[in-house]
């Protein structure tokens, strides 16, 4: 388990983290969502011992970890950028990484294949990291940060430099493994649909404040402030200004019908597979739909929501 008691963290006179308490349990995958310069990175490499906090605690299975290095905290870490020896073999990067583990030297060759097979780079064993993909070199880091069998895992944006396909499947391999491994797990992205698919909660983030903490379908269904809701789901919410009142509605919550409350006029109109998005102009504001049909820009329509959240007076 992982815990935070009232973290701060001032570059300067910059407060980039503030105050931040949480518990990340034992074998969880805990989410940081937040969007750029937020804190995310500066939050995981807190816990990580890369960054010393300002104030407060940071406790690793009760143990105070808050002035020990990054090598005395037991975490494995998996950042954007891979970080393997481009001189050493596959083989030889997981054995550095098992370098001062006190195991003889039969054990770090079982816990290798076992990890490698687990991660499906056991062919690649003789491979130098620049003849590898990048999905290659994506799961070498993780097996490389996991072949200690350290108590927590930390991975900043692990999947941003794969291609949309292999995010996909790299994902269900990396949720996989930490869920066999029974691994606690700190996960940073700004992706909201990551976020929602892989995470056991998701703390959301901004300007160093913890905004909300839930399971990914509270932070869906019931974001506590328009600040969450708009970096949740993809086609975003939108928020419209009614009688005073700011409602934010998602696209699936928008029907188009001739006797609909409201009217605007279609500016955009884009296809997104299984379902086209529509933005409507009306009075001050701006809603996104989604329809089954192609909408001509410039058409009149009128609308209605099944669904809305108000956050507040406008
Ligand atoms: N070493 C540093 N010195 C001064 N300011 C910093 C330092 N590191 C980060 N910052 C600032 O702190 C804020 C948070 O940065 P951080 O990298 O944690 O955000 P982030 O949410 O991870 O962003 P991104 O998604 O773009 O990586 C930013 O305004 C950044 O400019």
């Not at 001050?284 to 058409?299: F, M």
Request: overall charge neutral; aromatic content about 8%.
């Amino acid at each position: 388990m992982i815990t935070l008691k009232e973290v701060a963290k001032f570059f300067g006179s910059f407060k980039v983290i503030d105050n931040i308490s949480l518990n990340v349990e034992k074998g969880e995958f805990f989410v940081i969502l937040g969007k750029s310069g937020s804190g995310k990175t500066t939050l995981l490499r807190l816990i990580a011992g890369l960054e010393r906090v300002s104030s407060g605690k940071i406790l690793i299975d009760s143990i105070d970890v808050t002035d020990l290095p990054p090598s005395k905290r037991d975490i494995g870490m998996v950042f954007q950028n891979y970080a393997l020896y481009p001189n050493k073999k596959v083989f030889e990067n997981l054995m550095i990484a098992l370098e001062n583990s006190r195991i003889d030297k039969k054990d770090k060759e079982e816990r290798i294949m076992e990890i490698s097979k687990e991660l499906e780079i056991y062919h690649l064993m003789d491979k130098y990291p620049v003849q590898l993909s990048g999905g290659q070199q994506q799961r070498v880091a993780i097996a490389k940060a996991l072949v200690r069998r350290p108590k927590v895992l930390l991975m900043d944006e692990p999947l941003s430099n794969l291609d949309v396909q292999l995010r996909y499947s790299a994902r269900k391999l990396i949720k996989k493994v930490q869920k066999e491994f029974n691994i606690t797990t700190v996960y940073v992205t700004h992706d909201s649909n990551e976020a929602l698919a892989i995470a056991d909660r998701i703390g959301v983030i901004d300007k160093g404040k913890l905004l909300q903490l839930g399971i990914p379908e509270e932070i869906y269904n019931n974001p506590s402030s328009e600040d969450v809701a708009s970096l949740i789901g993809n086609p975003p919410m939108s928020f419209v200004k009614i009688d005073g009142k700011i409602i934010g509605v998602r696209p699936d919550d928008v029907t188009i019908r001739n006797d609909g409350k409201y009217e605007g006029v279609v500016s955009n109109c884009e296809f997104w597979g299984s379902y086209y998005l529509i933005y409507i102009d009306f009075i001050d504001n701006e809603v996104k739909a989604t329809t089954k049909e192609r909408i001509k820009e410039g058409s009149r329509v009128k609308f209605d929501f099944i669904n809305y959240k108000v956050f507040g007076n406008g």
